[in-house]
């Protein structure tokens, strides 16, 4: 046994080190249970738990739908549901074609890694999504950051690049809403920057979809169907199901059918979730209510928690930045111990020095849960 527990230690003795010395940065990850008042989640409208998706899923099982898909969408993966799911969220978004993907950071690896291709330059925001980081990683495509929310910068780079003699196709990827800071990008200004270059945008709406735009469509509604540009919309978030949708023009799905890898060699969604996704995206219709009702919650936050140092951002996502990695979760850690899912976030997820806590809003919170977490913030950050 002293043998085997030797060995062991030595096989894996540089990974022990290194999660020591996260340990001793406050940067150790854990999973932890949920528990608690909602100010973590992504579920912005409620709809996880929703009564309404839950009896689609039922009816769904009851016409035979499967839970698994059963190999990827190239061979018998294939589900009627991911194809109506397909047809449904093009025509809700407005745009030629769509394509379901089991997460939404295997379709942003999908789309920088599949279509930019060599001779290309990719400018993106400096504060883009991890995923797309992978994308930019495995791509054959010159890349360059550009300033956070710089429509200049985003501009100079690309009259820059051609300046040298580049002819190769620009792209340009951004999110709408930045899930750590909770500002919203310049669409309409980025969008003339498209076309003053010829460019296709790569448009990350991840955080915004469902929340904001006529139906809850996004902040990049108006620009969907336009042939230069192709809008992920996760499904995870305030749909309250899972998986992503790539909506863009035909030709672009079916080039990520043919060569997106990440597409290609996964197993299909669940054709249960696809179901969800479809009624989800009733539900975004029908019920606009939810929408207000968040709007309603972050003006009230807002006035609550703005005075405790939390930056009011106009959306539902709330950053109050403590700096130090210790002293953002040792706040994080008093705030759950009263009963406030509140987490502290850390390096590498945000630039080094600016470790903060991540207020998200949801309407699994009330206006009353809002007034007690600032009493307890105030407490806390003594």
Known sequence: MTDSVTRTGNLWSAHTADLAALGEKARLRALTPRRGIDFASNDYLAMSSSPRLATAVQKAIARGVPLGSGGSRLLRGNDPEHDALEEDAARFFGCESALFFSAGYAANVALLSTLPQRGDLIVYDELVHASMHEGLRLTRATSISASHNDVQSFDDAAREWR?????????????????????????????????RHDAV?????????????????????????????IVLRTCGKALGCEGALVLGPRVVRDFLVNRGRPFIFSTAPSPLVCAAVREALHMLADEPERREDLCNLVTHAERVLAPHGAHATGSHILPLILHEDARTMAVAATLQAQGFDVRGIRPPTVPQGTSRLRISLTLNATCADVDALGAALADALK
């Open 201 to 229: 945008m790569l448009i990350d709406e991840a955080h915004a979809t469902g929340v904001f735009g006529p139906d809850g469509r996004g902040l990049a509604v108006g620009l969907d169907g336009r042939p230069d540009t």
């Open 163 to 195: 300046a040298q003699g580049n002819t190769g196709r620009i792209w340009l990827a951004f999110e709408t809403l930045y899930s750590m800071d909770g500002d919203m990008a310049p669409v309409a200004d980025m969008a003339r920057v498209a076309e």
